[in-house]
């Protein structure tokens, strides 16, 4: 299935993606939050292992899971659908091969072709107790962004350093 009106948000953690989608919610626009987060805060929470510095891959195949709910809950929506992170952000995550459902689910469940990408941004980033990676994983994280979204079928959008507003007016201009 192909929704171009869903919009993907991804980059690395601590680029400003959660902020827009927040800023983009209050003014009206559907959003979802970043998955991997609350999977990693509920695992925390319970003494759980799957987080991405125990076993990555039940991490991804959590996020995966929820991913996958996330996109079919909403594939009667007609209106623009804003997604911090998506499909294509567990694929490699980790150094984890991806698995054969994350690879029938980039297949079968198409967001719009032009993903944003947000870049690494040192001066807004900050480690917390969900992210753990230091600096030059993030930088890492972004380069491999830039590779597989090509690869997946999507064109990656670089989306500029500047306000949660100017930002938001970039998106909106483009969807």
């Known amino acids: ?13 601590g680029t400003g993606k959660t902020a827009l989608i ?7 626009e559907l959003t979802l939050d970043e998955n991997i987060r609350a999977v990693i ?15 990555p891959k039940a991490c991804c195949d959590l996020t995966t899971a929820r991913d996958i709910a996330d996109f079919d809950r909403l594939a009667g929506e007609t209106g623009r659908v804003f997604f911090d992170r998506g499909l ?3 694929y490699g995550t980790n150094g984890v091969p991806p698995s054969p459902a994350l690879v029938e689910a ?14 690494p941004w040192q001066d807004i980033y900050a480690n917390d107790a969900e992210r753990r990676q230091d600096w030059s994983q993030m930088e890492a994280v972004f380069a491999q962004i830039l590779r597989t979204l090509p690869d997946l079928g ?10 949660v507003e100017d930002r938001a007016a970039f998106v909106l201009s483009r969807t």
């Open 1 to 13: 299935m192909h929704k171009p009106n869903f919009f993907v948000f991804t980059g690395g953690g």
């Open 22 to 28: 927040e800023h983009l919610r209050a003014a009206g």
């Open 41 to 55: 805060r509920e695992q925390i929470e319970a003494g759980g292992s799957a987080v991405p510095w125990i076993d």
């Open 88 to 90: 294509m952000d567990m």
């Open 106 to 119: 980039i297949r079968t469940r198409r967001y719009n072709r032009q993903v944003f990408v947000f870049p």
């Open 154 to 163: 999507y064109h990656p959008v670089i989306v500029p350093k500047g306000s």
